[in-house]
T-cell receptor, first 114, second 114 residues
Framework: AQTVTQSQPEMSVQEAETVTLSCTYD???????LFWYKQPPSRQMILVIR??????QNATENRFSVNFQKAAKSFSLKISDSQLGDAAMYFC???????????FGKGTKLSVKP | DVKVTQSSRYLVKRTGEKVFLECVQD?????MFWYRQDPGLGLRLIYF?????MKEKGDIPEGYSVSREKKERFSLILESASTNQTSMYLC?????WGTGREQYFGPGTRLTVT
């Protein structure tokens, strides 16, 4: 069974600084997808970034980028130039195999200090 | 934009009541999901549906049932609400043939059972 682990329950970053959120996963699949979702205090879960396992190039979306290490089964999220609006719960999620659903980590609560 | 709506943002029910949580998506997605979110536990899958009239148990189906009579609507039913079902409930959808595999979430329903 696939598992997703986020080892940092809480993180804090100063505004305009860079922060990295960690995620590791376990799978025997070779073809899968990884995601980072953001859930602000208003609760709407939104997709931040997606990485296909077959792609060697790390995904980027504006200030958000990932460090995808397939052999190490690691998928970290880097947020550059942090903004107050980045404060939220961040969830790492895995999609692969025969399942149709996502497997989520337990989340990391990110605080941004002005 | 994909829109997933949930019938209530906040709901308070009494122990033993039958509770219906409704979810509607407007993008003709085949797959729909119900998750439960609790602090420190992340998102856990209750039930999902591949298409109309179809349903599959997730990781924590006990005490819940679902109904999918129309493609756009997926209902979660608590047959006899109990206090341990006090939680945040999130609905999500995705297209079966989508290239990205990500799910689109509703705003959530905070259910309190007293």
């Amino acid at each position: 069974a696939q598992t997703v682990t986020q080892s940092q329950p809480e993180m804090s970053v100063q505004e305009a600084e860079t922060v990295t959120l960690s995620c590791t996963y376990d799978t025997s699949e070779s073809d899968y997808y990884l995601f980072w979702y953001k859930q602000p205090p208003s609760r709407q879960m939104i997709l931040v970034i997606r990485q296909e396992a077959y792609k060697q190039q790390n995904a980027t979306e504006n200030r958000f980028s990932v460090n995808f290490q397939k052999a190490a089964k690691s998928f970290s999220l880097k947020i550059s130039d942090s903004q107050l609006g980045d404060a939220a719960m961040y969830f790492c999620a895995f999609y692969g195999g025969s399942q149709g659903n996502l497997i989520f980590g337990k989340g990391t609560k990110l605080s941004v200090k002005p | 934009d994909v829109k997933v709506t949930q019938s209530s943002r906040y709901l308070v029910k009494r122990t033993g009541e039958k509770v219906f949580l409704e979810c509607v998506q407007d993008m003709d997605h085949e797959n729909m999901f119900w998750y439960r979110q609790d602090p420190g536990l992340g998102l856990r899958l209750i039930y999902f549906s591949y298409d109309v009239k179809m349903k599959e148990k997730g990781d924590i189906p006990e005490g819940y049932s679902v109904s999918r009579e129309k493609k756009e609507r997926f209902s979660l039913i608590l047959e006899s609400a109990s206090t341990n079902q006090t939680s945040m409930y999130l609905c999500a959808s995705r297209p079966f043939w989508g290239t990205g595999r990500e799910q689109y979430f509703g705003p959530g329903t905070r259910l309190t059972v007293t």
